[in-house]
């Protein structure tokens, strides 16, 4: 019997689409699931210059699927833990940017997981929550760097001490979320993001997503070091020399 696969993905005109198959779960993430995942991004394949990330049914993702907790060593969580960290890990610098289209549960490891993303879309629906708190564990897929950065590391204690629950409004406020749209118009918002990304330059597109989450993490003089010099690598590749020629005669 084959077995259905827990991720889809499905690639048309240099935009791939990745998207959580595990609806009746609400998309938990599983190993299994994670695995799969990982293969869509180690590598990225040829020919993709923009992904879009989402989940099937109504969810995006509800996090870690409590039904495969188990009682593991310390030791044992420290790996599991990595493992999470080296996938989303491996979104955040695909080295192409990533689209998250969100839509009701966005929860524990499935924010960590939106996170990872570049931008965020949110439907009306959508929902934000950290229930680490309340279930007595601790964050292990990457928020208290990635969501302690977009919000703040006050408020992201605030939603693990409290299991307070932001809707799209408050995350787009909060900086959680760039983009809310109306219901059922995530995927399609995220498409439409993706197709005009994808007619930039792809070094450009790299850059800009492969260098400023690292610029992030530098000192001033390191960070304004390091954009001298991927400013020079974009500047002066042929296909940017090209497009700037292109609109300097747009008019003759």
Same mark, same amino acid.
């Given at each position: 019997?084959?077995?259905?696969?827990? /991720?889809?993905? &499905?690639? !048309?005109?240099?935009?791939? =689409?990745?998207?959580?198959?595990?609806?009746?779960? =609400?998309?938990?993430?599983? +190993?299994?699931?994670?695995?799969?995942?990982?293969?869509?991004? &180690?590598?990225?394949?040829?020919?993709?210059?923009? /992904?879009?990330?989402?989940?099937?049914? +109504?969810?995006?993702?509800?996090?870690?699927?409590?039904?495969? =907790?188990?009682?593991?060593?310390?030791?044992?969580?420290?790996?599991? !833990?990595?493992?999470?960290?080296?996938?989303?890990?491996?979104?955040?610098?695909?080295?192409?940017? /990533?689209?998250?289209?969100?839509?009701?549960?966005?929860?524990?490891?499935?924010?960590?997981?939106?996170?990872?993303?570049?931008?965020?879309?949110?439907?009306?629906?959508?929902?934000?929550?950290?229930?680490?708190? #309340?279930?007595?564990?601790?964050?292990?897929?990457?928020?208290?760097? #990635?969501?302690?950065?977009?919000?703040?590391?006050? #408020?992201?204690?605030?939603?693990?001490?409290?299991? #307070?629950?932001?809707?799209?409004?408050?995350?787009?406020?909060?900086?959680?979320?760039?983009?809310?749209?109306?219901?059922? &118009?995530? +995927?399609?918002?995220?498409?439409?993001?993706?197709?005009?990304?994808?007619?930039?330059?792809?070094? !450009?597109?790299?850059?800009?997503?492969?260098?400023?989450?690292?610029?992030?993490?530098?000192?001033?003089? &390191?960070?304004?070091?390091?954009?001298?010099?991927?400013?020079?690598?974009?500047?002066?590749?042929?296909?940017?020399?090209?497009?700037?020629?292109?609109?300097?005669?747009?008019?003759?």
């Amino acid at each position: 019997m084959t077995q259905t696969p827990l /991720v889809n993905f &499905d690639l !048309s005109e240099g935009i791939a =689409h990745i998207r959580l198959n595990r609806p009746d779960k =609400h998309n938990a993430i599983n +190993d299994a699931l994670l695995l799969e995942l990982e293969a869509c991004f &180690d590598p990225v394949p040829k020919g993709v210059r923009v /992904v879009v990330l989402s989940g099937a049914g +109504d969810n995006f993702c509800a996090g870690l699927d409590l039904a495969e =907790h188990q009682a593991r060593e310390p030791f044992e969580v420290v790996k599991h !833990s990595h493992s999470w960290h080296r996938v989303f890990g491996k979104i955040q610098q695909a080295g192409v940017p /990533v689209i998250a289209a969100l839509k009701g549960a966005v929860i524990g490891g499935g924010l960590e997981l939106a996170a990872a993303a570049h931008i965020r879309v949110a439907e009306p629906t959508t929902y934000f929550r950290l229930p680490e708190g #309340r279930h007595g564990i601790f964050v292990g897929g990457g928020a208290s760097v #990635r969501v302690a950065r977009l919000i703040g590391t006050g #408020r992201m204690t605030d939603m693990m001490l409290t299991g #307070r629950t932001l809707d799209a409004d408050e995350a787009e406020r909060f900086g959680l979320v760039q983009y809310c749209v109306g219901n059922n &118009d995530g +995927d399609a918002h995220a498409l439409e993001l993706a197709r005009t990304i994808a007619t930039n330059s792809e070094l !450009s597109n790299w850059a800009m997503v492969s260098a400023l989450s690292r610029i992030e993490n530098m000192s001033s003089d &390191d960070g304004l070091y390091t954009e001298s010099l991927v400013a020079g690598i974009t500047q002066t590749s042929p296909e940017v020399q090209a497009r700037i020629g292109q609109f300097l005669n747009r008019k003759k």
